[in-house]
């Protein structure tokens, strides 16, 4: 059974950083792409960032470019964004995501607030 766990989100102040984790379970994480995905109040759930199995390819949606990094380790099964000078905008729940052929696996979400 496919289980995705995220963590690390809350309240930071514009322009600090956060760094969310999401812990993977239940499939052969290494091979499978992951993605960090955000859904702000209001507004469609829209991608952030993605990572291929094996680590060496990424990409970003436009606004997470030169401000977030996507990393994962696969001898912990865990996913990473790092994200450094938070603007307001970034505010939103932040989802992990895998697909395999039939399905898209979602986790909880974790909220990140950015406020003064």
């Known amino acids: 059974q496919v289980r995705l766990v995220e963590s690390g989100g809350g309240l930071v102040q514009p322009g600090g950083s956060l760094r969310l984790s999401c812990a993977a379970s239940g499939f052969t994480f290494s091979r499978y792409a992951m993605s960090w995905y955000r859904q702000a109040p209001g507004k469609e759930r829209e991608l952030v960032a993605s990572i291929v199995g094996a680590g060496g390819i990424t990409s970003y949606a436009e606004s997470a470019k030169d401000r977030f990094t996507i990393s994962r380790d696969n001898a912990k099964n865990t996913v990473y964004l790092e994200m450094n000078r938070l603007k307001p905008e970034d505010t939103a729940v932040y989802y992990c995501?895998?697909?395999?052929?039939?399905?898209?696996?979602w986790g909880q979400g974790t909220q990140v607030t950015v406020s003064s």
């Open positions: 995501k895998t697909s395999d052929y039939l399905y898209n696996y």
